[in-house]
């Protein structure tokens, strides 16, 4: 073998997260890619496990609407929600460089749709160009990941890579949630289902300016984590008093803002009824269905409904930048912290769904990056 031959092959090979569709993670081996036009290449400093991976991939391959039945993921490395380093960068790359750190925002879109000219990749019309990384193109449940630059967003200080794996898919979410509901200081702020999305949304309402955050859990497990947190001000159990309960904490009024991040249809109509008159809420869980009353629950109360779907590129940026100058550490809701390695295991604990967020990490053998 000559030298040049040794110079342009693979510089090593990679772990990465193949998920087969039913309920395991295989760890395999890949080569680590290259930085084409526009890409940079990314060391993975940790990488969050979603519940749309597991709804949709983990436990068996399911479609999205607009894909004629066929399975929305298409055998990549998994893991939609990666944070890391920049340790390559293609050519005409022009905002990021090696030892940059950032957040990588999950959907690269065609980029020319109107939902894309808006920063909404999540909602790219164009159905060839759209790829969602961990979905239909290689994501974060790796050592390297290759991503667009136009995907990727800074990650400030003193923001951890945790922080950032969690601000790239549920924080986001949640923001867009609460920004949509222009929930504002000195307003009481209702959240039901107190998973990861639940618990940003109590975070960043809080940092918006709400008075007093109230949440809605059935998961005794997860509420014990919860009250360690200290993101909320009061728990109210999930049953059929929720309402009631949650009426007798705010004097008979309700919440000025609440959220659904349950996706349950007894969730959202808890979050109904805890709405005060005039409120605003905010549909963030997936699936399901939504029923209700009509009159009594939603037009005499004059309640305004949003249905909000990820965010946009700058939505994720400048909730970094909120978060970093607040001084808060979205990382704070990780129950579990494994490595790459221990993949399998780890999707089976997010699967079970008792704790916080599950996220992936490098090995500690490999972890050159720390932050
Ligand atoms: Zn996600
Ligand atoms: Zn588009």
Redesign the pocket.
């Known amino acids: 073998m000559t030298t040049r031959e040794s110079d342009t092959a693979p510089a090593t090979v990679m772990k990465g997260v193949f998920l087969p569709g039913d309920a395991t993670a295989e760890v395999r081996e890949y080569p680590v890619p290259v930085p084409g036009p526009g890409e940079l290449l990314i060391r993975t400093g940790a990488s969050g496990i979603c519940g749309s991976d597991i709804g949709y991939i983990y436990r068996g391959y399911k479609t999205h609407k607009g894909l004629n039945g066929k399975p929305a993921y298409k055998g990549v490395i998994a893991g939609h929600e990666p944070s890391g380093r920049v340790v390559a960068a293609g050519p005409g790359v022009t905002r990021f460089g090696a030892g940059d750190d950032v957040i990588v925002y999950h959907i690269h879109?065609?980029?020319?749709?109107r939902?894309?000219r808006a920063g909404y990749?999540i909602s790219?019309?164009?159905q060839e160009?759209?790829k969602a990384y961990g979905w239909q193109r290689d994501g974060g449940h790796a050592d390297y990941v290759l991503v667009s630059e136009a995907t990727c967003i800074p990650l400030v200080a003193p923001l951890t890579y945790a922080d950032g794996a969690l601000i790239a898919c549920g924080f986001g979410t949640a923001y867009e949630g609460l920004r949509r509901a222009g929930v504002h200081g000195g307003e009481d702020l209702l959240v039901v289902g107190l998973g990861p999305v639940g618990l940003a949304a109590a975070m960043i309402g809080r940092m918006l300016g709400a008075r007093r955050v109230i949440g809605v859990e059935r998961n005794a497990e997860r509420i014990e984590f919860v009250r360690s947190l200290g993101l909320v001000d009061d728990i109210v159990l999930a049953d059929e008093k929720a309402v009631d309960n949650i009426l007798e904490l705010t004097d008979g009024v309700g919440c000025a803002v609440s959220v659904d991040a349950s996706g349950s249809t007894p969730g959202r109509a808890t979050a109904i009824g805890g709405t005060a008159e005039w409120g605003r809420m905010s549909l963030l869980g997936e699936g399901g269905t939504l029923e209700t009353e009509v009159s009594d629950s939603l037009l005499h109360k004059q309640l305004t409904i949003n249905a909000s779907w990820v965010t946009s590129l700058q939505g994720m940026e400048d909730l970094a930048g909120m978060l970093a100058a607040a001084g808060l550490h979205p990382g704070v809701v990780i129950s579990h912290r494994m490595t790459l390695g221990q993949a399998d295991e780890a999707y089976a604990l997010a699967a079970a769904g008792t704790t916080g967020k599950v996220i992936l990490v490098p090995d500690e053998a490999d972890a050159d990056v720390v932050r």
Request: glycine share 16%; proline share 0%.
């Open positions: 879109g065609c980029g020319v749709c939902n894309c990749y790219c019309t164009d160009q759209r």
